[in-house]
C-alpha cells in the first residue's frame, strides 16, 4: 500500500490537447483558490510544485505568455484553445502552479482547496513559498 507522501506523475493538458504536461503529486494534496483578478475570473486552483517535480511533455510551441503588474507571473496559455494549464507563479518564481481542473483524473486525488486572498497578495504571498521547495508535501 502506498503512502500519502509517495509521488505519483500525474498528467493533464489544455482543452484541445495540444498542451499537455505532468507533475508529481501524492495522493492527498492543498491547492488554493485564489481571489486575485486574474484567478478569481478563471476559476484557476493552484496546486504549486517544484521545478523537479513537472515537466512539460508537449506543446511548447503552442504557448503564449501574458504578464501584468510586477511582471514576475508568467501566465502561459495554449495558443489554440486559451487554455491555462500550469503557470510560473509570482509566489513561486522557482516553481509551477499546475491548475487542478487540468488534470486528466483529478478525482483520483484527494484535493483539499484552501482560500488564499491573491487581492492582498503583498500581505499573504510569502504564505506560499514554501511550496515550490523539493522538501515540501
Given at each position: 500500500m502506498s503512502g500519502d507522501n509517495e509521488m505519483i506523475w500525474r498528467s493533464g493538458g489544455c482543452h484541445c490537447g495540444a498542451v499537455r504536461f505532468e507533475a508529481a503529486l501524492p495522493t492527498s494534496v492543498v491547492a488554493q483558490s485564489c481571489n486575485c483578478s486574474i484567478c478569481e475570473k478563471t476559476g484557476f486552483i493552484h496546486i504549486i510544485v517544484p521545478e523537479s517535480r513537472f515537466r512539460l511533455i508537449q506543446g511548447g510551441d503552442a504557448l503564449t505568455s501574458y504578464v501584468f503588474n510586477t511582471g514576475v507571473a508568467r501566465h502561459?496559455?495554449?495558443?489554440v484553445c486559451g487554455i491555462?494549464?500550469?503557470?510560473?507563479?509570482?509566489?513561486?518564481?522557482?516553481?509551477?502552479?499546475?491548475?487542478?481542473?487540468?488534470?486528466?483524473?483529478?478525482?483520483?486525488?484527494?484535493?483539499?482547496?484552501?482560500?488564499?486572498?491573491?487581492?492582498?497578495?503583498?500581505?499573504?504571498?510569502?504564505?506560499?513559498?514554501?511550496?515550490?521547495?523539493?522538501?515540501?508535501?
Open positions: 502561459l496559455f495554449c495558443s491555462k494549464s500550469f503557470y510560473r507563479p509570482r509566489s513561486n518564481p522557482d516553481g509551477w502552479s499546475v491548475n487542478a481542473r487540468c488534470l486528466d483524473n483529478a478525482e483520483a486525488l484527494d484535493i483539499r482547496i484552501e482560500a488564499f486572498d491573491g487581492r492582498n497578495w503583498e500581505a499573504h504571498g510569502a504564505d506560499l513559498a514554501h511550496l515550490s521547495q523539493d522538501a515540501a508535501r
